[in-house]
């Protein structure tokens, strides 16, 4: 069974530049996380969909970053403009149904350097 | 709210040697607790999760088990491996909300052969 995918793996951009992220989730998987790791710290959510309905976005910030996920499968988060302290893991999960004890399972994760 | 505090790293142990990483939450409700492990180059991997009270769950030979009323879940390990070297999460999910996982800093584990 294939994996989280996620592109790219690396990005290297300037501060007020825009960047997008793309992740294909599991197979079946209804519900698609993206969460944000910064060095040296656990991972944060930013988004989750269930399907292609938004479940949680509370912690993203909505003046620069937006995320979505068209026909419930793939999703695409951007970051427009970039600011240096965006510079981070960005990590898509997915899981099967989105509750408590569900098991998420994640992508190899895109690192971002803002400069 | 809910948060995760996790045992300070970095750790750094002898092969063959015990394991403990501790972890202690705060949850509104009444939470999944998970173990997430990161190797290096690699992304993160459930290695193993309790959904209620006094369940243990193992995987790989680690062991945790969740004490409501201590409101812990420590990572132990009879003896470790070279091969165990990685960063390991601790993490929890709270059932009343949306369901996404809250997650310590992270520990990171060497094992010295």
């Known amino acids: 069974e294939a994996g989280v995918a996620q592109s790219p793996r690396y990005k290297i951009i300037e501060k007020r530049q825009s960047v997008a992220f793309w992740c294909n989730p599991i197979?079946?998987?209804?519900?698609l996380y993206w969460y944000q790791q910064i060095l040296g710290q656990g991972p944060k959510l930013l988004i989750q969909?269930?399907?292609?309905?938004?479940?949680?976005d509370s912690q993203l910030p909505k003046d620069r970053f937006s995320a979505e996920r068209l026909k419930g499968v793939d999703s695409t988060l951007k970051i427009q403009p970039a600011k240096l302290e965006d510079s981070a893991v960005y990590l898509c999960?997915?899981?099967?149904?989105?509750?408590?004890?569900?098991?998420?399972?994640f992508g190899p994760g895109t690192r971002l350097t803002v400069l | 709210g809910n948060s995760v505090t996790q045992m300070e790293g970095p750790v750094t142990l002898s092969e063959e040697a015990f394991l403990t990483i501790n972890c202690t939450y705060t949850?509104?409700?009444?939470?999944?607790l998970f173990w997430y492990v990161q190797y290096p180059g690699e992304g993160l991997q459930l290695l193993l999760k309790?959904?209620?009270?006094?369940d243990k769950g193992s995987n790989k030979g680690f062991e945790a088990t969740y004490r409501k009323e201590t409101t812990s879940f420590h990572l132990e390990k009879g003896s470790v491996q070279v091969s165990d070297s990685a960063v390991y999460f601790c993490?929890?999910?709270?059932?009343?909300?949306?369901?996404?996982?809250?997650f310590g800093t992270g520990t990171r584990l060497t094992v010295i052969p």
């Open positions: 999960a997915s899981s099967l149904a989105g509750f408590g004890t569900d098991t998420q399972y």
């Open positions: 197979s079946g998987h209804a519900t």
């Open positions: 969909f269930q399907n292609n309905g938004v479940v949680d």
């Open positions: 949850a509104t409700g009444y939470p999944s």
């Open positions: 309790a959904t209620k009270a006094d």
């Open positions: 993490a929890l999910s709270d059932q009343t909300g949306a369901n996404n996982l809250f």
